[in-house]
């Protein structure tokens, strides 16, 4: 299991905050962006774990958002690496899960103009 601080030593230029989901209560991110592509990653109270290592990429475009790539960190060398997830049925099912909350941290981000 990936350890807070391997992430946080591996991902410096994450910017991390707080939103509140309605059922799920405070969820922290870990969140970067670059020409109108993010990458976040999300963790709250009862999630599994191995979720908690997921990180979602998504494109904007025009107002709307589009999730483009799930991946998970791994450990080597102690170092992390980004392994992308490659079942169609496990993204699906990821991607099925996490959309409101998704969308709820990109209406808070537009909200906030965090970049």
Do not use: C
Not at 46 to 71: A, H, M, P, R, T
């Amino acid at each position: 299991m990936i350890e807070e601080n391997e992430i946080k030593d591996n991902w410096p230029s994450a910017v991390e905050g707080n939103i509140e989901h309605p059922d799920l209560g405070i969820i922290n991110y870990w969140t970067g962006e670059e020409k109108d592509r993010i990458v976040v990653r999300f963790k709250y109270e009862g999630q599994i774990k191995e979720e908690s290592e997921k990180i979602f990429f998504i494109n904007l475009n025009q107002g709307d958002w589009v999730l483009s790539q799930i991946s998970t960190f791994k450990s080597s060398n102690s170092k992390l690496k980004l392994t992308k997830v490659h079942s169609f049925q496990e993204y699906e099912e990821l991607e099925k899960k996490y959309h409101p909350i998704i969308e709820l941290f990109i209406k808070f981000r537009e909200s906030r103009k965090l970049f």
